[in-house]
């Protein structure tokens, strides 16, 4: 688990607050205080963060568009920040393969989600990655 995998931990749990508190504020500037994070892990997380809040209605909608039965404001907050920032990596962060977002998306599913969230987070991401024509390029190299 290196530093990567935390880094999406922690901006899963910002996003969660930016859900529920719907804007910055003192628990934004107290969130790192309490835990250990070199700046990489930092910088990895903040970069979701702020990717995720610029894309988000772009973000929502492609979820909406694969989520069959589901409206964005109907699932839990854990699986669509989860949805939302592993789409944000597959659509917007090139360096980052298919494989490890698809793998890390899983594992945060399988921590903060109830039972079904790894399959529901499974299959909303292997459905626009199988899909979407701006994906080409991650659908090849995943294939190896």
């Known amino acids: 688990m290196g530093s990567r995998h935390q880094a999406r931990e922690r901006a899963l749990q910002i996003l969660f607050q930016y ?3 719907g804007k ?3 628990w934004l ?3 790192w205080k309490p835990l250990k994070a ?4 930092k910088a990895f997380a903040e970069r979701l963060v702020a990717g995720v809040l610029e894309k988000k209605k772009e973000l929502d909608q ?4 694969y989520a069959t039965n589901w409206k964005i404001g109907r699932m839990p907050i854990v ?3 989860i949805l939302r920032a592993g789409l944000y ?12 977002t698809m793998d890390e998306a899983i594992e945060l599913a399988k921590s903060f989600g109830d039972d079904e969230a790894s399959k529901f987070v499974n299959g909303i991401l292997d459905k626009v990655l199988a899909s979407e024509a701006t994906l080409e ?8």
């Not at 390029?137 to 190896?144: H, I, P, V």
């Open 38 to 41: 070199d700046e990489d892990t």
């Open 19 to 21: 859900d529920i508190h």
């Open 29 to 31: 500037e107290e969130f």
């Open 79 to 81: 699986d669509r920040n």
């Open 89 to 100: 990596e597959l659509l917007w962060l090139d360096d980052v393969p298919a494989k490890v």
């Open 137 to 144: 390029n991650k659908r090849q190299a995943a294939r190896g």
């Open 24 to 26: 910055p504020g003192l």
């Open 62 to 65: 492609l979820i909406g568009k």
